[in-house]
């Protein structure tokens, strides 16, 4: 259309700039300064964000992983052999410096690492002084699978199942774990998925809280560096990690005691593995199935009581896995 009225134009031209600029400050109120309104969930596209006190500060966003190591590429050495391993990670929580990646994001099957976030879990929802009951999905049918022989009808409490889980590494407790908690195995389950996801364990789905294989139970070794972190903060978990043994009474369904001696399925903490010199190794948890390999996640300290959590997933053999184990730690020294 051909104006005609110079005037006209002229208005026109300088009303439609007036709301441009009125439409761009409403668009960038905020712009430099410290609130945005940008509320936090945890399937956010932005994920390395969480708000801090939205009740008081609405809109405050505080960098999700600002105490936490975060690495998107291989970190290697020369003097790491990880070939065979899948995967694997060093972390410097006190620097939250990444020491060693390989394959840290790739998805694979836990093994028994899923009881740390059970045993986590359990801790933060659960009274250790509460008392469990098995059920009959504590007899577990796959062959070799871990027990440490609990019954229908036994009852312990879940303080007891917390240390026959983490330092046998027992599915029978682990279920009973999972059910006194949650009240069914899936439920559980839920609960693990959640807490996952609270800790950015984006890349793990959970179907059991023993790590007995399934397609849709599995982690990276980044996840469960950030499980394990969560988890050494409570004393009870760093306590149980580093017994090499454990004796126990609990109770059948007829009330007759029942006794268990269980030993650290971890070979630094039984002795049989020595780590590097001015290495501490504080305890941790193994993992083993056919599908998942050999598994093994360790928190350790240095000389200056600096602490390390370290993680090899599906290694060929028990040998190469403490064997790599043990050069990865080196890697501390360096």
Same mark, same amino acid.
């Given at each position: 259309?051909?104006?005609?009225?110079?005037?006209?134009?002229?208005?026109?031209?300088?009303?439609?700039?007036?709301?441009?600029?009125?439409?761009?400050?409403?668009?960038?109120?905020?712009?430099?300064?410290?609130?945005?309104?940008?509320?936090? $969930? &945890?399937?956010?596209?932005?994920?390395?964000?969480?708000?801090?006190?939205?009740?008081?500060?609405?809109?405050?966003?505080?960098?999700?992983?600002?105490?936490?190591?975060?690495?998107?590429?291989?970190?290697?050495?020369?003097?790491?052999?990880?070939?065979?391993?899948?995967?694997?990670?060093?972390?410097?929580?006190?620097?939250?410096?990444?020491?060693?990646?390989?394959?840290?994001?790739?998805?694979?099957?836990?093994?028994?690492?899923?009881?740390?976030?059970?045993?986590?879990?359990?801790?933060?929802?659960?009274?250790?002084?509460?008392?469990?009951?098995?059920?009959?999905?504590?007899?577990?049918?796959?062959?070799?699978?871990?027990?440490?022989?609990?019954?229908?009808?036994?009852?312990?409490?879940?303080?007891?199942?917390?240390?026959?889980?983490?330092?046998?590494?027992?599915?029978?407790?682990?279920?009973?774990?999972?059910?006194?908690?949650?009240?069914?195995?899936?439920?559980?389950?839920?609960?693990?998925?959640?807490?996952?996801?609270?800790?950015?364990?984006?890349?793990?789905?959970? &179907?059991?809280?023993?790590?007995?294989?399934?397609?849709?139970?599995? $982690?990276?070794?980044?996840?469960?560096?950030?499980?394990?972190?969560?988890?050494?903060?409570?004393?009870?978990?760093?306590?149980?990690?580093?017994?090499?043994?454990?004796?126990?009474?609990?109770?059948?369904?007829?009330?007759?005691?029942?006794?268990?001696?269980?030993?650290? $399925?971890?070979?630094?903490?039984?002795?049989?593995?020595?780590?590097?010199?001015?290495?501490?190794?504080?305890?941790?948890?193994?993992?083993?199935?056919?599908?998942?390999?050999?598994?093994?996640?360790?928190?350790?300290?240095?000389?200056?009581?600096?602490?390390?959590?370290?993680?090899?997933?599906?290694?060929?053999?028990?040998?190469?896995?403490?064997?790599?184990?043990?050069?990865?730690?080196?890697?501390?020294?360096?």
């Amino acid at each position: 259309m051909k104006c005609t009225n110079n005037f006209k134009c002229s208005y026109t031209i300088r009303k439609f700039i007036a709301l441009f600029m009125l439409l761009t400050i409403f668009l960038c109120t905020g712009c430099g300064g410290s609130q945005y309104d940008m509320p936090y $969930t &945890v399937s956010s596209d932005v994920s390395s964000f969480r708000i801090v006190n939205p009740e008081e500060s609405k809109g405050t966003a505080e960098p999700f992983a600002k105490e936490l190591c975060v690495v998107d590429t291989d970190v290697t050495t020369s003097t790491v052999d990880m070939t065979k391993a899948s995967s694997a990670g060093l972390f410097d929580l006190n620097s939250c410096n990444t020491i060693y990646a390989k394959n840290i994001h790739e998805k694979l099957y836990p093994a028994s690492l899923t009881k740390i976030m059970t045993a986590l879990v359990a801790i933060k929802h659960g009274s250790t002084d509460m008392t469990l009951s098995a059920s009959a999905n504590v007899k577990i049918q796959e062959s070799g699978a871990q027990v440490c022989g609990i019954k229908e009808g036994d009852q312990m409490t879940l303080n007891q199942a917390l240390h026959l889980l983490l330092i046998n590494s027992a599915n029978d407790a682990s279920v009973m774990v999972a059910e006194g908690i949650a009240g069914s195995v899936e439920a559980f389950a839920d609960m693990m998925n959640e807490e996952a996801r609270l800790l950015g364990a984006t890349n793990t789905h959970f &179907v059991n809280p023993h790590g007995l294989p399934d397609d849709n139970h599995y $982690t990276t070794a980044y996840d469960m560096y950030l499980i394990m972190n969560e988890a050494v903060k409570y004393s009870l978990f760093n306590e149980i990690i580093q017994m090499d043994s454990y004796t126990t009474v609990y109770y059948d369904k007829n009330g007759a005691e029942k006794e268990v001696s269980v030993k650290n $399925t971890n070979y630094y903490i039984q002795g049989s593995a020595a780590a590097p010199g001015g290495i501490t190794v504080i305890g941790g948890k193994t993992g083993t199935t056919n599908a998942a390999g050999h598994c093994l996640i360790l928190l350790t300290r240095d000389t200056a009581s600096r602490p390390y959590i370290s993680i090899i997933m599906r290694s060929e053999d028990k040998d190469s896995l403490y064997a790599q184990m043990t050069d990865l730690l080196e890697e501390i020294n360096n």
